[in-house]
């Protein structure tokens, strides 16, 4: 079955500190990795793309990383902000039969305080 | 844990004609829904968000008489596109989340309009 899974469902960290969400998946035939974040009633916003030979990559200050072997992905926040506070959703597309599909975690909630 | 149900996950109409989509919270109470629509290869884009019991918001440039929402209840939330055309072919998909928990997301509904 094609799943999603996102840790921690929540978390809370000081301005200033990094922090990685973990994001592992089941999905297959894979095609690519999203990260987006969503601040509170907005819609997500697209942080990195992976696709499956990419390990690694950058966004101002968040890096996703992508072990395709053991289907697993992370992103890492440097040097916290308040605004960092958001939803983060990874979302994996898998070919299908009918074409692409989505497959969404349920994200983490990140909390940055001063 | 939390599901959220969409439904149908592809449909096919012809031009003119209306569908209507379904996003079900299976377990938990939907407080706000979202609905978003996503072109190939480009990210989710936030349609509207509705409130249990009240008129949709709707994101510039979306015609709130053409993408009709209704969120009756606390668990239901649909969608009907009106009068089809080829151009409103696309993925749509919902979110719900119960107050500020992480929003839970369908797997989304293949739009084709011929």
């Known amino acids: 079955k094609n799943q999603v899974e996102q840790s921690p469902q929540s978390l809370i960290i000081l301005e200033g500190k990094n922090c990685t969400l973990q994001c592992n998946y089941t999905v297959s035939p894979f095609s690519n990795l999203r990260w987006y974040k969503q601040d509170t009633g907005r819609g997500p916003v697209s942080l990195t793309i992976m696709t499956f030979s990419e390990n690694t990559k950058s966004n101002g200050r968040y890096t996703a990383t992508l072990d395709a072997d053991t289907k697993q992905s992370s992103l890492h926040i440097t040097a916290s902000q308040l605004s960092d506070s958001a939803s983060y959703i990874c979302?994996?597309?898998?070919?299908?039969?009918?074409?692409?599909?989505?497959?969404f975690g349920s994200g983490t909630i990140l909390r940055v305080k001063s | 844990g939390a599901v959220v149900s969409q439904h149908p996950s592809w449909v096919i109409c012809k031009s003119g004609t209306s569908v209507k989509i379904e996003c079900r919270s299976l377990d938990f109470q939907a407080t706000t829904m979202f609905w978003y629509r996503q072109f190939p290869k480009q990210s989710l884009m936030l349609m509207a968000t509705?409130?249990?019991?009240?008129?949709?918001?709707?994101e510039q440039g979306v015609e709130k008489d053409k993408f009709l929402i209704n969120h009756a209840s606390l668990t239901l939330s649909t969608l009907t596109v009106t009068s089809a055309h080829p151009e409103d072919s696309s993925f749509y998909i919902c979110?719900?989340?119960?107050?500020?928990?992480?929003?839970?997301f369908g797997n989304g509904t293949r739009l084709t309009v011929t």
């Open positions: 979110s719900a989340r119960q107050d500020y928990s992480p929003l839970h």
């Open positions: 509705s409130n249990e019991g009240s008129k949709a918001t709707y």
């Open positions: 979302v994996v597309r898998c070919l299908g039969e009918y074409g692409n599909k989505l497959v």
